[in-house]
């Protein structure tokens, strides 16, 4: 083998050590629900009355719920 070759496998092998742990530990997705919740709750900010502050102010809450929700799947607590 020549010298550049060695230096291209050993560039890489940390990259390929990354993605054959990461493949190795796959599991579904648990934040899907949060995803048709952020839907359904856009749907409902949208159809609020009082204004764009009431439905932006709606929408933040989506946001933050969101985040919760994909926080709880992704680490469990």
Do not use: H, N
């Not at 949060?34 to 609020?48: E, I, K, N, P, V």
């Not at 933050?64 to 799947?73: G, K, S």
């Amino acid at each position: 083998m020549s010298a550049s070759m060695v230096q291209r496998v050993v560039r890489l092998l940390p990259v390929m050590l990354v993605a054959l742990i990461v493949c190795s530990d796959a599991k579904p997705a648990l934040a899907a629900t949060c995803f048709s919740d952020l839907r359904d709750c856009y749907g409902r900010a949208a159809g609020r009355d009082g204004g764009i502050w009431d439905m932006w102010a709606y929408g933040l809450d989506c946001e933050l719920t969101f985040t919760d929700c994909t926080r709880r799947a992704i680490v469990g607590r």
